[in-house]
């Protein structure tokens, strides 16, 4: 069983399913453990069955996952990693798919009645969240392109070629592990990562991404112009 959500255009703005969920492996945050969400695939118990959607996109992936780190905390439901932007205001297709069989129903995302916000205002802030969205993709998917480089050298070099492929390998091993960039579990209460490889800037991105997470505002020209650096480091 899964359940879509699709924009006016028929893009996937959410997708949950009822295949098993698997927890995050990162250590334990430093919290009390009543505070983070447990996350649930959709049920399957014949009968009524209920499941919330909460107006946002998919999760962007991230190396690093810790509630300690959210703001917006809430006993049950803190969230361990930085959530998708919100949804705009306007009106959804809902998917369900069942043993192959597709049901479809619309739906009505309504402005906040207490945001002053125009709605100019709200796609401004919402342009620039989804690039920074698509940006957070993109390191991560960097990363992991590097990682398989990598892993063909290492087979390379396990084959025992002569010594100067060796010697290639091991260079060039050493300029892909610079562009990649190494995991490590450091709380974003820190500071940001430094953007200078693909891990970081996937951490630096969804920093950005989540500063904006705060309030209905069109974004300031400061704002525009961090994002347009972040796409030069990317």
Do not use: C
């Not at 810790?66 to 998917?95: K, Q, S």
């Not at 969240?129 to 992991?144: F, K, R, S």
């Not at 892993?151 to 990649?180: C, H, M, N, R, T």
Request: charged share 25%.
């Amino acid at each position: 069983i899964s359940l879509d959500i699709l924009d006016g255009k028929g893009n996937v703005v959410r997708h949950m399913w009822s295949a098993p969920i698997q927890p995050y492996d990162d250590p334990p945050p430093p919290i009390a453990t009543y505070w983070p969400e447990i996350r649930k695939p959709m049920p399957t118990a014949v009968g009524l069955n209920r499941i919330n959607w909460n107006i946002r996109y998919d999760t962007s992936p991230a190396f690093v996952h810790d509630g300690g780190d959210v703001m917006g905390a809430m006993p049950g439901d803190t969230p361990e990693a930085i959530e998708g932007p919100l949804a705009l205001p306007g009106v959804y297709t809902l998917r369900l798919t069942v043993d192959g069989k597709t049901y479809d129903q619309p739906l009505t995302v309504r402005d906040d009645p207490r945001s002053t916000a125009t709605e100019r205002d709200l796609r401004s802030e919402h342009l620039l969240q989804m690039n920074l969205y698509a940006g957070v993709q993109e390191a991560w998917d960097g990363y992991h392109q590097v990682e398989k480089m990598r892993q063909d050298l290492a087979s390379i070099v396990a084959s025992k070629p002569p010594d100067e492929v060796v010697k290639a390998a091991a260079e060039f091993d050493k300029k892909l592990a610079g562009v990649g960039g190494t995991i490590r579990r450091q709380r974003r209460f820190y500071g940001p990562p430094q953007p200078t490889n693909f891990v970081g800037l996937n951490g630096y991105l969804l920093t950005e991404l989540d500063s904006l997470d705060y309030g209905d505002i069109a974004p300031t020209d400061s704002m525009q112009a961090a994002y347009g650096s972040d796409w030069t480091k990317l």
